[in-house]
């Protein structure tokens, strides 16, 4: 068997396109040997390659027009946003202008964008395990999440959005995003977007702790603060409860399977319980069974909680709430 001439240097290290190996040297017959695969039309790249969505579209970025960015689920991955399971798709998500042919093609999902709402930015990848850096268009972070309003449920709509805002690197603000849902009008999912909007809210640090807030928000408790660092009876700084009634005193700890990940953190969060207590604060510890699951028994067990601070409800028992998709 002939092995493979060997490829610049420069072309072995990423991915790039049948146009630029031609133009490099790189004849025909080379760009079919079986050491190449071809993750796109009309591009080429060398074994073995990186997994991932960020390597995903560096390949396919070879291609893209100029004028185009990636969009939608794929933009939302490329930022490490939390998304549902259920919204999981293979293929990338690519948006253009208005007034151009949106990009098509096995592994492609092309979309067309109003220029009055186009809106685009660099996004630079380091992948310090490859030592590599490049730089991927994707849309704006508010255009992105307008264009999932038609494919997340509500609450994960909001919850998304209480990632954007969140944070001291924060993608979008409250404003941003409700401007956003205003321009959306006639567009896919727009009713739903305004009024996610006016529900997003900084302070949710994971996707779980949003969907907790909203399950009892539409149960009928009272909002709570969040990400609060609370204090005991003399004032003095406790630590810092995902959510939280001041009036009541009385908070909530999301703890998901991270929690179980070690022994020493396992023991921490039961110190950490002991400290709100002798502190004075009621606490309650939830889960994904009671997010994913059936929330209703632990906002049944808050709501109770709640009534023993001093809360007095307007009806006598919460509202049924349905489960968060995964």
């Known amino acids: 068997m002939v092995r493979p001439s060997e490829l610049p240097s420069w072309l072995e290290a990423a991915p790039f396109s049948c146009a630029t190996g031609l133009a490099n040297g790189v004849s025909r017959r080379r760009l079919r040997a079986g050491d190449l695969t071809a993750p796109f039309h009309g591009i080429r790249q060398s074994h073995p390659v990186p997994e991932g969505i960020a390597w995903k579209c560096r390949a396919y970025r070879e291609r893209m ?9 794929t933009a939302a991955l ?8 259920y919204l999981h798709s293979p293929s990338l998500d690519v948006s253009i202008p208005q007034g151009h042919h949106p990009p098509n093609g096995a592994g492609v999902v092309g979309h067309e964008v109003a220029n009055r709402l186009w809106a685009h930015r660099d996004l630079v990848h380091r992948d310090f395990a490859h030592d590599a850096l490049f730089v991927l268009p994707i849309v704006s972070a508010a255009l992105m999440w307008s264009q999932l309003a038609s494919a997340l449920d509500l609450d994960d709509l909001v919850a998304l959005g209480d990632a954007l805002v969140t944070g001291p690197e924060a993608l979008a603000t409250v404003d941003e995003l409700r401007l956003m849902a205003v321009s959306w009008a006639g567009n896919r999912g727009s009713k739903k977007l305004r009024q996610a909007a006016e529900e997003v809210r900084r302070g949710p640090l994971s996707r779980p702790e949003s969907l907790i807030r909203l399950q009892v928000l539409r149960a009928g408790i009272p909002e709570p603060r969040l990400n609060l660092t609370v204090r005991d009876q003399t004032g003095e700084h406790l630590a810092m409860t995902n959510l939280c009634w001041p009036k009541y005193r009385t908070l909530v700890e999301y703890e998901g399977d991270y929690h179980r990940s070690s022994r020493a953190k396992f023991r ?4 950490r319980m002991e400290m709100f207590t002798d502190g004075g604060w009621s606490g309650l510890r939830a889960h994904a069974d009671d997010v994913f699951g059936d929330p209703n028994p632990f906002v049944a067990r ?8 001093g809360w007095h409800p307007d009806t006598a028992q919460p509202l049924w709430v349905p489960p968060a998709r995964r």
């Not at 027009?65 to 689920?73: T, Y």
Request: neutral net charge; hydrophobic residues 40%; without cysteine.
């Open 65 to 73: 027009r100029p004028d185009a960015a990636f969009s939608h689920e």
């Open 78 to 85: 490329l930022l490490g946003l939390p998304l549902p399971l």
């Open 268 to 271: 921490s969060d039961i110190t």
């Open 302 to 309: 808050l709501w109770r909680r709640l009534e023993q601070r």
